[in-house]
């Protein structure tokens, strides 16, 4: 329509009261368009000190991606606490003295002490925290809910995670079928073990709660990426004892897969964590020396990865603290750094995980290791390691 002076009208249109969405997504594009993620309730139960814990895991409809976990102990029965805590700085973790994860054909996912699977791994691995902030939310020992144990009080929580994703939606497990659904098993350190001879009167329990991350069954013809691929998370010795100062090769357990990130724990004698390690550490990998570093140098390439040990105000002064302390003992070589020089957690393509295979032999050497104390002390493996059920995926497909 035209006015008078030649110029187009422009004709309004009212907007009508805005409709619910009634349209499904169309088919097509990667697994997580059409499967939201959820959270659901496992179990809230107590669980007592020295004694097996395992209730069975319920279905949920659509796929696991790893289990959340708290460990709430410390209420008093009668009034006592403890004098002074006997775990060293393992404590409160070590309240666990061997967590398993199994598939539902009993192939462990996770399987190690309590320090190990509820702070090492989730730390070295990526799957849970990423290291934003310094690497501050790595460390399960940095999250709002945790809850330090003191030398005055029995109370403690642990806040932790499970994790089967290793990048995003790959590696998860089936939840839908309850015939085929992982296990949670927990063996329970002592009161004494964990508190020493001071204990008073606490409680003989500790509470459970663990909760379930998943993927909903989505309403379209999808799966996740590489179905039945698993990251498996197993501690492991390695051979053979280290004495002080030795000039020594230490052989790592014989693996088979992709490896993500090669966790190491120098431990004492007596089991504790020790910072033993060689001036100039080494790696050799089928009798090639992969690397060959200052023990310094390879302190900063983990900050550099993963944030652990990046201090606040570095070059400032001498009184800087880490976000993220790198735990006494622990060592790491991370490959999970295909998009750039920092580990981003579920994001990775996979193109730099190590391929193994059961005949490779990876060794640390030391030329040689440092003065020891308690000796011998043992060089023990945490290692990130996929077995893929068919190629393994690469690239990004869920995006």
Known sequence: MTTP???????????????????????????????????????????????????PIVAAPGWYTGYRIQIIGGTSTSGGAVAATAAGDDAPESIVS??????????????????????LVQLLSGQFGVNASGGAVRDPWNLPARVAVTAATTAFTIDSYLPFEFTTAYGVIAAANAALLPSVQFTMNTLAALFGGGVTGPATTAEMVLDADFYWLPDVPADPPGIGTTCQWIYQPCNPPIPSQATQRVQLPRLGGYLTVLGLDLRDSLNRRVDGWATRPGVFIDGVEQINTRLTTWQDDIALAMGIGALTNAGQTSAGTAFSPRPVGILAVNRKTSLGQSDLGLLDTGEKFLSTNPGTQVEINGAPWATITNTPATLNAIIGQIVPSGPLVQGLPEL
Do not use: C
């Open 5 to 55: 002076g030649g110029a187009t009208a422009v004709v309004g249109t009212s907007a009508g009261r805005p409709q619910p969405q009634t349209t499904a997504e169309p088919q097509g594009g990667p697994f997580i368009r059409h499967a939201p993620k959820g959270r659901r309730p496992i179990y809230d139960t107590n669980a007592t000190y020295g004694q097996y814990f395992g209730p």
């Open 98 to 119: 061997l967590l398993q994860v199994k598939d539902a054909w009993g192939t462990n996912l996770l399987s190690g002490p309590g320090m190990e699977m509820l702070r």
